[in-house]
Structure formats: C-alpha cells, structure tokens
C-alpha cells in the first residue's frame, strides 16, 4: 500500500478497497515504527489526522468527496496549522502554537485532506541540507550517512521513505526541487504568487513560494489542484483563474522545442549527472521533441545576488522575533535590549544569524547601492535571459543540482560551499519562473534529478513534460533498498 | 571584503542578536567569505538596468479601508512569554 501514489490511493478509496481511516493508520504505524532512522517527521499529529480521516470517509459514504478527499499527506512545518506547533525547525518557535492557519492549510482542510504531521526542515528554510534544524538533521532515506537537501528536507524524506505518500514544500531557491532531487521524488515550484504565502513563514517575500512534493508528476497535479489560488491575505498573490492541473497531462510532446542552457552543463557538474541528463533528454527526442542549445550568460550571478536579497528579505522578516509577543524569550532580562538581544542570540541557530547579519549589513547606511540595489539590477537581468530563451523554446531543461546528496556534517563549516549547491536552482527564484524536479536515474546509489523549467504560469506545460516522461521511463517508481 | 571582530559587534547591534565572545572569530570569517562571493556582482556594469522588485512588475494591490477581522486578542496572548491585563509585558523601558 506505501508504493501507491496519491492517483492510486484516491482510486482506492473511491471503490471501497480500504478506508481513508485505515490508509491514515497505517501511514501512522510506519511513522512510529520507521521515522527514528530518517527523522523526516517533528510533530505527528495522530489524533487530528484520524479525526480528519473519518470525516472524509463520511463524505466518500455520502457521496460529497472531492477529489482529494481522505487522502492522507504531510505539511512541512513552515505552513502555520491551527492548534498544532509550527515550529520552522527553530528553538525560536520550538513553543509556538499557531492561532490561525496557512491559507495552504484551510485549502487542504477544505479539500479533506488528512495531515499526517509536521515534516522537518532546515531553520527557518535557511538551508540546503536540513541540517540547520533544531530538531537534528532529516536523513536520506538512499543513505542515511548523506542529507536529504534542503530545506523541505523531511518532506522528500517522508516522500521517499514512504512515510507520506506526498508532502507540501516551499522554495526560495531550490528548496523543494533540491531534496526532490536528492531523494529521487518529484518536486514542483510554481510560479511566484500562484500559491498563497499567508501564514507560510516568511523567509524572502520576494521568492518564497510554496508548492507540491510527490511520487509522480499526476500527483503534484492534484496537489497543485488544492494548493493554487487568488488570496486576498497575500498581497503578492497573483489574481488569475486557475486551471485543472491534470487535464494537460497526457498530451502528447510531438514537437516540444527543449532548451539546454550551455551554463548548466559547465564547471563544477558532477560528469555521471551530466550523463543521466543527457540520457534524459534523449527520452524526450524519442517523444518527438527537439532540442537545441540556449545560453543563459548570467546564471553564475544568481548566487551573489541571492545572498544579498534573500538575507536582506530575512532580516526584515526576521525582527518580528523579538520574545515580546510570541515564541522563544530568554530567562531574566536586565531591560529591552537585553531581552531582544539575547532571545534572538538564544533562540536562532547559528545559520539563520549569519543571513540575519548579511542582510542588516546590506541595508545598513551606506551600502545600500552597492548590494541591494545592485542585486535588484542583477536579477532584471537574469530574469531578460530567461525571457529571451522562453520566447524561442516551450521548456528549458537540465540537472536540478550539480552533485547527488553529500554525506551529513560534509559542508557544514563551509557556508559558502553549501550555497553553491543551488546554482541551477536559485536562478528561477529571481526570474519568478516554474520549475519541476523528476527523478532520472541514480549516481553511486544517490538520485539525480531533471529539472523542467518553464514560462510564467506554465506548470500545466511542466506538468504534462514531467508526466510523459514518467510514463516513458521507470525512474520515479524506484525506492531506496529496504523500503 | 573582510570583516573584523567591531564589524560583526556592530551589525550583530544591528540586527539585535547577542554573540557569544568565542563565536565571534567564526562569524567574521564566514561573513567575510559570504561578502567576498556577492562581491562578484560588482564586476557587472549595471548603470542602465531597473532594479527588480517583483517577477511580474506587479504593484501594490489596495483594499478598501474597512474592518474585516474580529478582534482576537485571548487568542493571540494565550501565546505570548508575559501578558498582564491584556498587555504584552517588558522589562520597564521609562525610569
């Protein structure tokens, strides 16, 4: 039953061959018994999920079920859930019980969705590895020696280790398609303002975007189905109809025109990589696609950019906690500025406070031009090189990351190299565009990943490349040995 | 671009976040390193480019200026370090 897919299960439920009562206690009892090696989970919330699952299987009985009803997943601890500690992996929040939901929360809520838990994560999505979590590292379920990426680390973990059949994610510059590569799940970063930020736990408003984390391409279409959607809470969200996300899936990719950026194929990529990736468009030439090289002359200045406008976003977002209101306060104040220097010095690791920092350095007097202007500047220009690109092709495609998953503790003295893992991925963040991870073969043992990039609002068109070449290929149904 | 141990002091006031003494060193070491990898930006003429705030150029959307939440002030201190008479409480900041 752990190998079926949301599609599957969804069917399953509909003819009557389980309960979503004892889907969900099942998924519970391999929690229990399974998430000690993987750590994927920080909070379980067992009565809440059967309580949910036997509304739904109400609904199925009386015939109102909708399309995701009683279908059982888990939330990355980011989404603010009612009643439930939203922890964002942070001492900080380690006491904060959220007093309302995530608009992704009531959507899943309103859908009969049945939350299986809170999933682990890096602090506050500072992070590629998870290992920045106040909760210890989320493990790989491929090798739990290696990190699972970050930041929606436990999502992939669950995903993979098939402790949810699927998970939600947020991504602010790779942080869904990184873990979904290097746990060979499939990831799908929508378009900036396609999915409600409210009550998602803001990083870097201006790249935060929430999206699906599943075993197929079918399955992020009907997770997106829930997710998507004009909210009048987020003043970024995008006021635009949403389509069904899996009416697209079987067209069939006779003439799709694919890009492969020369930039993405250079340097530091792991050579196997590159092969699996060439291997992988091959498939698509079979589907009748063609191919042609594109250049994205400004990829390796996403980097720098980004490090100055997501620590510049951070820090701002960052000063509501100040232990006056809600989470972490240190013990005994001696006056205010003790009380804000030491619960923010006590309550964040140390990961979050070097971005704190960049991002108070960067906007401080004075330097304003030379970083964060100068960084707007420069993701206007990346974002007119993915225009120029996406005007002459349908889909750019091309690895997600440029190693498979590094072992635990590997990069962790060396913050600068950590970055560097989401070159192909943080470029999209600034341009704003959609972007998918599918699995495409294995490297020592580890998953790679494809990544599909598209046009503004195009996850229907990525949907539907993903879903073809997942039912040309068998990569995405291969499970790490043991599970 | 290398900070030294008044730097980071100086924007860890900033940021109001407390330092330990013996972190200090590695906090100025990395941030350093952080500053010399953004540094690369300074390479590119950027003299006729707009900067980018928002992916889709969008503006600030308005509403009208009416009253749409309730009032959940029990709610919202029943998670708060210190409350008193439905204040939230600090250290005395006026002698």
């Known amino acids: 039953m752990f190998d079926k897919t949301l599609a599957e299960l969804a069917q399953g439920l509909k003819s009557g061959d389980f309960s979503s009562v004892e889907l969900t206690q099942a998924y519970l009892n391999r929690i229990k018994a399974e998430d000690e090696k993987y750590n994927s989970y920080i909070t379980v919330t067992e009565e809440q999920a059967l309580a949910q699952a036997k509304a739904a299987d109400e609904a199925i009985a009386a015939g109102t079920a909708g399309a995701f009803t009683g279908l059982p997943f888990a939330h990355k601890d980011i989404f603010c859930t009612q009643g439930v500690r939203t922890s964002c992996a942070s001492k900080m929040l380690d006491n904060f019980i959220s007093p309302y939901n995530a608009t992704v929360v009531e959507k899943f809520n309103a859908a009969g969705g049945v939350m299986l838990g809170k999933t682990n994560m890096d602090e506050f999505a500072m992070g590629s590895s998870n290992e920045s979590s106040f909760y210890g590292a989320a493990k790989n379920p491929w090798n739990t020696e290696c990190v699972p990426g970050g930041s929606s680390g436990g999502s992939a973990a669950a995903v993979a280790a098939q402790l949810a059949p699927a998970a939600t994610g947020t991504d602010t510059g790779g942080s869904i398609r990184q873990p979904a590569a290097l746990c060979g799940i499939t990831g799908l970063k929508p378009t900036y303002g396609r999915v409600s930020r409210f009550g998602m736990i803001a990083f870097a408003s201006s790249l935060d975007q929430g999206g699906p984390m599943t075993k197929t391409a079918e399955d992020a279409a009907m997770m997106l189905n829930v997710m998507a959607g004009f909210d009048k809470h987020d003043s970024t969200s995008v006021d635009r109809a949403v389509p069904d996300y899996t009416a697209d899936l079987n067209k069939p990719l006779d003439g799709l025109k694919i890009g492969l950026p020369k930039e993405f194929f250079m340097d530091d990529l792991d050579s196997e990589i590159a092969e699996r990736t060439q291997a992988a468009i091959k498939e698509f030439e079979k589907l009748g696609a063609t191919v042609k090289e594109v250049s994205l002359p400004n990829t390796a200045l996403s980097i720098p950019a980004y490090y100055i406008i997501a620590p510049a976003e951070a820090s701002s977002n960052l000063s509501r906690f100040d232990g006056v209101r809600y989470g972490y306060r240190c013990e005994n104040p001696v006056d205010l500025e003790d009380l804000y220097k030491r619960s923010r010095g006590e309550g964040f690791g140390a990961e979050v406070k070097r971005r704190i920092m960049i991002g108070a350095y960067a906007l401080s007097e004075g330097f304003y031009d030379a970083y964060y202007n100068k960084a707007q500047q420069i993701r206007r220009l990346i974002r007119d090189d993915f225009a120029k690109v996406l005007s002459e092709v349908d889909v750019i495609m091309g690895p997600t990351t440029p190693h498979p998953a590094f072992k635990i503790g590997e990069k962790t003295s060396d913050p600068v190299a950590m970055y560097m893992e989401d070159i192909f991925t943080i470029s999209l963040n600034l341009a704003g565009l959609p972007g998918m991870s599918v699995p495409c073969g294995t490297v020592n043992g580890l998953p790679t990943g494809l990544q599909i990039i598209g046009d503004y609002f195009a996850e229907q068109k990525l949907l539907n490349v993903a879903h073809q070449f997942q039912l040309a290929t068998d990569w995405h149904t291969q499970s790490p040995q043991g599970i | ?95």
């Not at chain 2, 006729?48 to 992916?55: G, I, N, R, S, T």
């Not at chain 2, 002030?73 to 708060?80: C, P």
Request: cysteine-free; glycine content about 2%; overall charge negative.
């Open chain 2, 1 to 95: 671009m290398s900070l030294d141990r008044s730097d980071v002091d100086k924007i860890a006031h900033l940021a109001r976040l407390q330092i330990e003494e013996q972190d200090a060193p590695e906090y100025a070491q990395n941030l350093s390193n952080i500053l010399d990898l953004v540094d690369q930006m300074q390479a590119v003429d950027t003299s006729d480019v707009l900067p980018m705030a928002h992916p889709l150029d969008a503006v600030q959307r308005l509403r009208s200026d009416e009253v749409t939440e309730a009032n959940k002030r029990d709610a919202l201190q029943a998670i708060a370090p210190q409350v008193e008479k439905g204040l939230f409480q600090v250290p005395k900041v006026i002698e």
